[in-house]
């Protein structure tokens, strides 16, 4: 059985930084393409972050190109998500998904998504 749980979630001022951590049971992460995404109150989820599985390659949204880094921990059956120079529009619960498939392709696209975590709350104050 397929789980995924995050955690690495909090409260920071704007500016500062986060690690977020996405753990996998049931599964080998390192094969498989992980997903960020993100929803705050009142709004859609919207996509992050995505590793494609064996290169490795990371994708990014827009809105968080050059302050998120996406990565893999191979030892500890995770992926991590390093959120820099936070914003108060960062504030938003995170998930992690995967559909275990091996590429980013349609990455956005959360209906893609079979597995998900429960989320971690991060919360950015300016």
């Known amino acids: 059985q397929v789980q995924l749980a995050e955690s690495g979630g909090g409260s920071v001022q704007s500016g500062g930084s986060l690690r977020l951590s996405c753990e996998a049971s049931?599964?080998?992460?390192?094969?498989?393409?992980i997903a960020w995404f993100r929803q705050a109150p009142g709004k859609e989820r919207e996509g992050v972050s995505c590793?494609?599985?064996?290169?490795?390659?990371?994708y990014y949204s827009d809105s968080v190109k050059g302050r998120f880094t996406i990565s893999r921990d191979n030892a500890n059956n995770a992926v991590h998500l390093r959120l820099n120079s936070l914003r108060s529009e960062d504030t938003a619960v995170y998930y992690c998904?995967?559909?275990?498939?091996?590429?980013?392709?349609?990455?956005?696209?959360?209906?893609?998504?079979?597995?998900w975590g429960q989320g971690t709350q991060v919360t950015v104050s300016s």
């Open positions: 998904a995967t559909d275990l498939v091996m590429t980013c392709g349609s990455r956005w696209d959360d209906e893609r998504y079979d597995y």
């Open positions: 049931g599964l080998p992460m390192d094969y498989y393409a």
């Open positions: 590793i494609s599985g064996g290169d490795d390659s990371p």
